[in-house]
């Protein structure tokens, strides 16, 4: 099972970025999907998940409004589109994908996890 994400790079605060996480090895359709963030110093922490049916989709209170996942069951590969970029959100940006995840974003520690691309919000 790989997940490998893409997409990060430097922009400009106010600036967008779309991360793409493209999943192979497991059938996404049956998998709930998170994206979680590290920043320098801090912990891991999770931004957005949902779950394998779309039946929830959960944001963390500072993507609310600014970032939107989403997946495309045809080509095994989710979304994380960020817009309204802070350097606050600055991290190395990680997805995961689990068979059992709750609403608040637990239970990816024991599904897959890919390596990470690092955003850079600056000017």
């Known amino acids: 099972v790989q997940l490998q994400a893409s997409g990060g790079g430097l922009v400009q605060p106010g600036g967008s970025l779309r991360l793409s996480c493209a999943v192979s090895?497991?059938?996404?359709?049956?998998?709930?999907i998170g994206w979680f963030r590290q920043a320098p110093g801090k912990e891991r922490e999770s931004v957005s998940c949902?779950?394998?049916?779309?039946?929830?989709?959960n944001y963390e209170d500072f993507a609310l409004g600014r970032f939107t996942v989403s997946r495309d069951n045809a080509k095994n590969t989710v979304y994380l589109q960020m817009n309204s970029l802070k350097p606050e959100d600055t991290a190395v940006y990680y997805c995961a994908a689990a068979k059992r995840a709750t609403y608040d974003c637990s239970g990816f520690d024991r599904g897959y996890w890919g390596q990470g691309t690092q955003v850079t919000v600056s000017s």
């Open positions: 949902f779950s394998s049916s779309n039946r929830w989709t």
């Open positions: 090895g497991i059938s996404l359709e049956n998998y709930a």
